[in-house]
Antibody, heavy 119, light 107 residues
């Protein structure tokens, strides 16, 4: 059974860095692509970026200048760092697995981590 | 960036009714279009991948069709548990993107 679990601070101050980790069980992060998606309150889904099987990354251009994704294969985890956050970055952040080929759907999702940006 | 536009934004429907949700892409995405269901306070769940392939365990009343720029999610014989917001998602080109969502209310 594949499971994903987001973890990280639930409250971040404006201008600071938001850091989240997704811990994966039941699948190797070197075998699939892994995505980050966020959802602001009452809003739709926004694709943040992805980590490939090789560890390469692709980012949403709207966030690229502030965004870094990485992975730790020894822990089967991948991470997101978003710098210089503002209230607009307040959202539920999800990690999700791409279910096979790089272009297929997202078949497993974490439960989501609410991150609030506030002083 | 590819923009996905869903219609309608909201629909109020009765049980056993047939529902159709459309997703239009701003440029051709082939068949790289997926559909998700999201209930309140839950993560999205994959329903349909590659426009028409049902994901494992999804009830047969859910089906998808389309290619290029126009796609459809159909729910036959709607059930009360289908009350949710539905999203389309394209993985054809980076950055990937989602439609704005269609909220289904059951009367």
């Amino acid at each position: 059974q594949v499971q994903l679990q987001e973890s990280g601070p639930g409250l971040v101050k404006p201008s600071e860095t938001l850091s989240l980790t997704c811990t994966v069980s039941g699948a190797s992060i070197t075998t699939y692509y892994w995505n980050w998606i966020r959802q602001s309150a009452g809003k739709g889904l926004e694709w943040i970026g992805r980590v490939s099987t090789s560890g390469s990354t692709n980012y949403n251009p709207s966030l690229q200048s502030r965004l870094t994704m990485s992975r730790d294969t020894s822990k089967n985890q991948f991470s997101l760092k978003l710098t210089s956050v503002t209230a607009a970055d307040t959202a539920v952040y999800y990690c999700a697995r791409v279910g096979g080929a790089a272009t297929t759907g997202l078949d497993y999702w974490g439960q989501g981590a609410l991150v609030t940006v506030s002083s | 960036e590819i923009v996905l536009t869903q219609s309608p934004d909201f629909q109020s429907v009765t049980p056993k009714e047939k529902v159709t949700i459309t997703c239009r892409a701003s440029q051709s995405i082939g068949g790289n279009l997926h559909w998700y269901q999201q209930k309140p306070d839950q993560s999205p769940k994959l329903l349909i991948k590659y426009a028409s392939q049902s994901f494992s365990g999804v009830p047969s009343r859910f089906s998808g069709s389309g290619s290029g720029t126009d796609f459809t999610l159909t729910i036959n014989s709607l059930e009360a548990e289908d009350a949710a917001t539905y999203y389309c998602h394209q993985s054809s080109s980076l950055p990937h993107s989602f439609g704005q969502g269609t909220k289904l209310e059951i009367k």
